[in-house]
T-cell receptor, first 113, second 116 residues
């Protein structure tokens, strides 16, 4: 079985500062990893995904994440936070051919003006 | 593109009544739809997977007689919470997958259910 752990249920950063949201995974087979964002009263939107190609994955809205097998991590970063980035972020894992997603508990990102 | 809607967005009902939640893929055909449940400050938990024209596959611990899922067409799946009780109060989210793209799910905005 696979699982993900998101460190920090709440993260606050100043506008313009680096955003770093942490995700560690556990999987006995090579994982596929995802980051989703959820704005208030909206569905989850896929930010980016790692599917065993390049370890540095670029997504929408300037976000990127790096798959580090040695650290079992898939942290999400953005160089400069924008007010519109305030939302809930979910890390998720699956394995090849298995469409089921296992989600982390989410991290609420707050941007300080 | 790839929009999934849910209706209603909010529902309040009395204990013992049944509630139906609809999930629609608006601009694509979804061969597979998923139903999740999300408790406050917790993960999305997969409840069941439904494929068009066949019975849903429920995750362990989910009562299939309690949560009835119907996927009658390639654009519509419904979740019926039967004889709802206060402990069924939660946020229910659906997602839809396009055939041939197993790794991509499009999510609906969710339905918040409150059972009094």
């Amino acid at each position: 079985a696979q699982s993900v752990t998101q460190l920090g249920s709440h993260v606050s950063v100043s506008e313009g500062a680096l955003v770093l949201l942490r995700c560690n995974y556990s999987s006995s087979v090579p994982p596929y990893l995802f980051w989703y964002v959820q704005y208030p009263n909206q569905g989850l939107q896929l930010l980016l995904k790692y599917t065993s190609a390049a370890t540095l994955v670029k997504g929408i809205n300037g976000f990127e994440a790096e798959f580090k097998k040695s650290e079992t991590s898939f942290h999400l970063t953005k160089p400069s936070a924008h007010m519109s980035d305030a939302a809930e972020y979910f890390c998720a894992v699956s394995v090849f051919g298995n469409e089921k997603l296992t989600f982390g508990t989410g991290t609420r990102l707050t941007i300080i003006p | 593109g790839a929009v999934v809607s849910q209706h209603p967005s909010w529902v309040i009902c009395k204990s013992g009544t049944s509630v139906k939640i609809e999930c629609r893929s608006l601009d694509f055909q979804a061969t597979t739809m998923f139903w999740y449940r999300q408790f406050p400050k917790q993960s999305l938990m997969l409840m069941a997977t439904s494929n068009e024209g066949s019975k849903a596959t429920y995750e362990q611990g989910v009562e299939k007689d309690k949560f009835l899922i119907n996927h009658a067409s390639l654009t519509l799946s419904t979740l019926t919470v039967t004889s709802a009780h206060p402990e069924d109060s939660s946020f229910y989210i659906c997602s839809a997958r396009v055939a041939g793209r197993w790794e991509t799910q499009y999510f609906g905005p969710g339905t918040r259910l409150l059972v009094l």
